[in-house]
Every structure is written in C-alpha cells, then in structure tokens.
C-alpha cells in the first residue's frame, strides 16, 4: 500500500487519461455541459466515476490526485477483502498458512502493476469484477448454483455494472465467456440468470435508458465521430495479437500445462482465466495497443496462475513438462512485472515537472491551450499547474 501510494503522488505524475477526465469534472462543476462545451468519447460514466475525487478537492482544498490515490487503494483492499472471504468460506485450501502469500501478492498486482497506468478506469474495471469472479468460482462448488450473502452478491452485481458501464460494449465478454462456460458445464442457464447478473443487467439497462433520455448529444455528436475517426484508428490484428495478448495466451498455456490439462484445471483457476481470455476480444477490437486497455486482462490471467500454484502439489512429484510450465510462468510474471516497475522508477519526468514549476513561477492559475494530435502533456500540464484548460476535446483527433 506505501509502495503504491509513493508511486502514485511521487513518482509518477498522473497520467493524461485520468488528468483529462478530472479537468472534465472541474469544468462540469463550473456549469459548462458534457458532449456540448466538452467532447468526451466515452459514456458519462468514465466521467462521473471521478467526480467524488474532484468533489473532495472543492471540499478540502486537497488536490483530487490524492484522493484518487486514497480511493484506488481503499476500493482496491475492500475488493479483494470480499473477494478473499468469499473463497475462505468455501475452500480450506484458502485458509492454509502458506496460501497466505497470496494476499499481498494480489494487493500488489492490482495496484501497482502498471504504475504508470494508476487510477484509469481499466484499473476501477479490473478492481470491480474481482468480487464477481469469486462468486462464480463459490457459485460452481453448490448443486444449486447457490452460494454467497445478499451483500456480497449485490456487490457482485454492481462490480459487473461498473466493468461494462466503463467500457461498453467491449468488456462483456469477459463476463460472458466464464457464465457460458459454467452454463454448459451445468447444462443448466441458473449462470446466467445469478442474481449478481440480473442486477448487473438492470443496471446497465437503466443506464443506457438515462443517457438516451437526458444525454441524447452522445447518439448524434459522439457515436458518428468514433465510428468515423477514433475507431478506424486501427492497428492490425496480428499487430494486436502479438501485443499485450500474447503474454495472456502464454500464462494461459503455462497454467494448462503445469494443472496436466485442461481437465485437470480446477474452476477456481479457469473461471478467471475464461475472464482475461474474454478481454482480448475488446483489446483487438479497439486496436490502440495501450497498456491500460490490456491491464484487466493480464492482471486477472497473473491471479489465476497464482491460484494455480496451492494446487500444484508437490514440486518433485510432478513430471517434467508440468515443472516446466510452472517454473515458466513464474519467470515470465516476473519479467513483465519488473520490466513495469523498472519503466516506472526510471521515467524522466524532468521536463514536464520543469515546465509546471516555470509557469507557476511566471503566472497563477494559467488558460492552457493545446496544439497535438493525440491527448499528450496538456492534462498533466493543466492540473499541476492549477489552470484551465481550453478545448471542447482533449485532443485534435
């Protein structure tokens, strides 16, 4: 929790994605209008999610950033604190001393994994459908296909809500492949109809119902400028492909391996693994190759390998190809794990941290205008200066 704190408010400056967004919200608290005085190419709710932060910053005088901060790492702990809870009671191999590891290396892959990606609402998706996936996994061990309190499955359901809500329609797959999956396991369609799913659904319903209603500008302004600018910004599948999927596909292999087939795997190591294999679908479809837009899918894939390794059973025992498939996976966690962390420590954040101390020297709560073609320094730029940013969009598209 330090190190991710230090991370964030030290070390790396709040990436543009997240700064935009909180400009969006200063500018929407100071009355101008969503998809008429700013062009936002997402639904309302990528915007709405950080308006407590910029909400508190009015409040206490204390910079959303921080908040922020302080948001991700209390969501981030309550998340996995009900998603723990609902595997301990349910599973004794859970409640063994030496699965206690799991704990903080779980904390640390959701919140620090990509440090420069913090607080992107891929990082609020990958922390919703946590709680989800576990009850999923509970769901499967009862002939009912009934299991969890209330309040866990209402979270559940609102986890699932916020996951699509943030990217729609491009993440549902990640839901739909596991309750495909367990339906045809079952033969039985009570996954689909769980009641975290039916609440999920009504949400999501009376979501998109509210934005036809009260936000009609983002049918006739938004949706014809993706269909006819950001999407066709396309790279190729096989460029896609042999991006940030190819390292889900290897950890999906190792876990096959090193379970002794796919038969062997148990679901609580396929039920996530069908979650970050139904990501990908949304990451080629996008096309943009961005590491936010692949930190669901590989940090859900690390968990399920890591819920692999207490089923392992014992190291000398195993056969060869099985040793190899874990000693692989590790390694290749690891690697992409340190490879972010050493990005992260050694980014030169000299110049832009150069350039806010001179404006601020020069003049207070500055107008920032921005000449790109792609949202690049201007959001950063913007909230570390304390000034205002003059755009309907956050970047020449």
Same mark, same amino acid.
């Given at each position: 929790?330090?190190?991710?704190?230090?991370?964030?408010?030290v070390?790396?400056?709040?990436?543009?994605? #997240?700064?935009?967004?909180?400009?969006?919200?200063?500018?929407? =608290?100071g009355?101008?209008?969503?998809?008429?005085?700013?062009?936002?190419?997402?639904?309302?709710?990528?915007?709405?999610?950080?308006?407590?932060?910029?909400?508190?910053?009015?409040?206490?005088?204390?910079?959303?950033?921080?908040?922020?901060?302080?948001?991700?790492?209390?969501?981030?702990?309550?998340?996995?604190?009900?998603?723990?809870?609902?595997?301990?009671?349910?599973?004794?191999?859970?409640r063994?001393?030496n699965a206690?590891?799991a704990?903080?290396?779980?904390?640390?892959?959701? &919140?620090?994994?990509?440090?420069?990606?913090f607080?992107?609402?891929?990082?609020?998706?990958?922390?919703?459908?946590?709680p989800?996936?576990?009850?999923?996994?509970?769901?499967?061990?009862?002939?009912?296909?009934?299991?969890g309190?209330?309040?866990?499955r209402?979270?559940?359901? =609102?986890?699932?809500?916020?996951?699509?809500?943030?990217?729609?329609?491009?993440?549902?797959?990640?839901?739909?492949?596991?309750?495909?999956?367990?339906?045809?396991?079952?033969?039985?369609?009570?996954?689909?109809?769980?009641?975290?799913?039916?609440?999920?659904?009504?949400?999501?319903? +009376?979501?998109?119902?509210?934005?036809?209603?009260?936000?009609?500008?983002?049918?006739?302004?938004?949706?014809?400028?993706?269909?006819?600018?950001?999407?066709?910004?396309?790279?190729?599948?096989?460029?896609?492909?042999?991006?940030?999927?190819?390292?889900?596909?290897?950890?999906?292999?190792?876990?096959?391996?090193?379970?002794?087939?796919?038969?062997?795997?148990?679901w609580?190591?396929?039920?996530?693994?069908?979650?970050?294999?139904?990501?990908?679908?949304?990451?080629? #479809?996008?096309? @943009?190759?961005?590491?936010?837009?692949?930190?669901?899918?590989?940090?859900?894939?690390? =968990?399920?390998?890591?819920?692999? &390794?207490?089923?392992?059973?014992?190291?000398?025992?195993?056969?060869?190809?099985?040793?190899?498939?874990?000693?692989?996976?590790?390694?290749?966690?690891?690697?992409?794990?340190?490879?972010?962390?050493?990005?992260?420590?050694?980014?030169?954040?000299?110049?832009?941290?150069?350039?806010?101390?001179t404006?601020?020297?020069?003049?207070?709560?500055?107008? +920032?205008?921005?000449?790109?073609?792609?949202?690049?320094?201007?959001?950063?730029?913007?909230? &570390?200066?304390?000034? @205002?940013?003059?755009?309907?969009?956050?970047?020449?598209?």
């Amino acid at each position: 929790m330090a190190y991710a704190v230090w991370l964030s408010t030290v070390v790396t400056p709040t990436n543009v994605d #997240v700064s935009w967004l909180l400009v969006a919200c200063d500018r929407l =608290l100071g009355g101008e209008r969503l998809n008429t005085d700013i062009m936002e190419t997402n639904p309302p709710f990528s915007i709405f999610l950080y308006m407590p932060f910029m909400l508190l910053e009015k409040l206490s005088g204390i910079r959303a950033e921080v908040w922020l901060t302080l948001g991700v790492v209390c969501l981030s702990l309550a998340s996995l604190f009900v998603s723990a809870r609902i595997l301990v009671r349910v599973d004794p191999i859970y409640r063994q001393p030496n699965a206690l590891w799991a704990a903080p290396v779980a904390l640390f892959m959701v &919140l620090c994994f990509l440090p420069d990606q913090f607080g992107q609402r891929e990082h609020f998706a990958l922390i919703a459908i946590l709680p989800w996936l576990a009850l999923q996994c509970a769901r499967q061990r009862t002939p009912d296909f009934v299991t969890g309190s209330t309040v866990e499955r209402v979270l559940a359901g =609102l986890g699932a809500a916020t996951v699509i809500m943030l990217k729609p329609p491009h993440f549902a797959l990640a839901l739909l492949l596991p309750s495909l999956c367990l339906a045809l396991q079952r033969r039985s369609l009570k996954p689909f109809f769980a009641m975290e799913n039916l609440l999920g659904a009504a949400i999501i319903v +009376i979501y998109v119902a509210s934005i036809a209603i009260f936000d009609r500008a983002y049918f006739s302004e938004i949706l014809p400028f993706i269909r006819e600018v950001y999407l066709p910004l396309r790279a190729s599948v096989v460029e896609m492909m042999a991006n940030w999927p190819k390292i889900v596909l290897l950890l999906a292999a190792a876990v096959v391996l090193a379970a002794g087939d796919i038969r062997q795997l148990h679901w609580d190591v396929r039920i996530p693994l069908l979650a970050a294999l139904g990501f990908i679908p949304a990451f080629v #479809v996008m096309g @943009k190759g961005w590491p936010n837009h692949a930190l669901p899918m590989v940090v859900v894939a690390v =968990l399920a390998f890591a819920v692999q &390794l207490p089923r392992f059973g014992e190291f000398r025992a195993a056969g060869f190809v099985r040793k190899a498939a874990l000693v692989f996976g590790c390694v290749l966690v690891l690697q992409i794990t340190g490879r972010a962390q050493y990005a992260a420590l050694t980014a030169d954040n000299e110049p832009i941290e150069r350039s806010a101390a001179t404006i601020r020297a020069t003049i207070e709560n500055p107008t +920032i205008m921005s000449i790109a073609d792609r949202m690049q320094v201007g959001h950063p730029l913007t909230r &570390l200066v304390g000034g @205002k940013f003059m755009s309907r969009h956050p970047g020449a598209w």
